[in-house]
């Protein structure tokens, strides 16, 4: 018989909430740091971060968590984009420009992010799940 709690299959918020911080701290201090490089190699370490860096860390989110954690992180940056959005929009309307450029692009952003979160947290559980076997597998059968 074994004493291991049965692993959540439920939505948890506060792992939208973790995902939230880890975006703030891994993905915008980068992002903030390549534009602040300038040039040629700041831009391009800036557009690939901001793929890549979605990603990633949904997959640190997804590794992290216990039980199944995929929806949370697509859930947190879908809700970043959509802060950011509103940010920008509020930004410009306050500079007297139009704000609401158009919201076809943005939707099809929402569902790249969303798509590329749900990628890294599918990444980030499968890697736990290898860990977790390979442990599993090294540990001695006949306990007393």
Known sequence: MTDAKPESQEFQWKWVVLTLVLYVLLYFVPLLLAFSLGGQVGDTIFKSWTFVGVVVISAVAGYFSRGVTIWEPAVASALLLILWYAGFQLYEATQGHVPFKGLVPFFVYLGAIFGLSLLGAGIGEGVQNLLKSR??????????
């Open 135 to 144: 442990a599993s597998d090294e540990e001695p059968e006949d306990k007393p």
